[in-house]
């Protein structure tokens, strides 16, 4: 199943969210524009000034690297070292975000983790699709050791059942001590007649 437009372009679209949130805190002045953070550097406290500078780039990243991971190639090591570098913008992304748009970040926050909360639940079902393979394999494995061995017991008997009738041993003799049909001792017994 490729889950490749759900997980990806939900991190694109939760960015594109989160400029609209950074846009709105502009307006709402909770975090300044860069041309006025100089003006009111003494009335903002830390995080507003942590905000104020990074909260649009974050949101600016995170939207580019939910592209590139999108069209990137199959490439193992890239997909390792941009998941983590993604995680990290991601995880910055969303404690400035709410630092400096505080509520309004929530729902732009939900869309960007939607990824790594999909990638979690994603694991855990391949875990179980693993354990029902195995434990398929397991169960076909025993059938065909079981088959083998009903196969093996009826050939014994079969051997028993001839051993007898070469001694003259009465049919009802055999049926008791070989658990073998009338039928199937009368075939056996004919195979030997041939023979």
Same mark, same amino acid.
């Given at each position: 199943?490729?889950?490749?437009? =759900?997980?990806?372009?939900?991190?694109?679209?939760?960015?594109?969210?989160?400029?609209?949130?950074?846009?709105?805190? *502009?307006?709402?002045?909770?975090?300044?524009?860069?041309?006025?953070?100089?003006?009111?550097?003494?009335?903002?406290?830390?995080?507003?000034?942590?905000?104020?500078?990074?909260?649009?780039?974050?949101?600016?990243?995170?939207?580019? %690297?939910?592209?590139?991971?999108a069209y990137s190639t199959g490439?193992?090591?890239?997909? &390792?070292?941009?998941?983590?570098?993604?995680?990290?913008?991601?995880?910055?992304?969303?404690?400035?975000?709410?630092?400096?748009?505080? =509520? *309004?970040?929530?729902?732009?926050?939900?869309?960007? %983790?939607?990824?790594?909360?999909? &990638?979690?639940?994603?694991?855990? *079902?391949?875990? =179980?699709?693993?354990?029902?393979?195995?434990?398929?394999?397991?169960?076909?494995?025993?059938? %065909?050791?079981?088959?083998?061995?009903?196969?093996?017991?009826?050939?014994?008997?079969?051997? =028993?059942?001839?051993?007898?009738?070469?001694?003259?041993?009465?049919?009802?003799?055999?049926?008791?001590?070989?658990?073998?049909?009338?039928?199937?001792?009368?075939?056996?017994?004919?195979?030997?007649?041939?023979?």
């Amino acid at each position: 199943m490729n889950l490749r437009f =759900i997980n990806w372009y939900t991190q694109a679209l939760g960015a594109i969210f989160g400029i609209m949130a950074c846009v709105y805190a *502009y307006l709402k002045g909770f975090i300044s524009t860069y041309s006025n953070i100089s003006v009111l550097f003494d009335t903002m406290n830390f995080f507003e000034i942590v905000s104020s500078y990074l909260l649009l780039p974050l949101c600016i990243i995170t939207f580019i %690297l939910s592209i590139i991971k999108a069209y990137s190639t199959g490439k193992e090591t890239l997909n &390792d070292n941009l998941n983590k570098l993604n995680l990290v913008f991601i995880s910055l992304n969303i404690l400035i975000g709410f630092m400096g748009a505080r =509520i *309004y970040f929530l729902i732009p926050a939900l869309f960007i %983790l939607f990824n790594v909360f999909m &990638d979690n639940v994603l694991k855990k *079902y391949k875990e =179980i699709d693993s354990d029902d393979e195995v434990d398929e394999y397991a169960i076909n494995n025993s059938l %065909l050791n079981s088959n083998e061995m009903n196969l093996s017991l009826i050939n014994t008997k079969k051997e =028993i059942a001839l051993e007898l009738l070469l001694k003259n041993a009465d049919i009802e003799f055999i049926i008791d001590i070989t658990g073998l049909s009338k039928e199937e001792i009368i075939d056996i017994s004919e195979n030997l007649d041939q023979e």
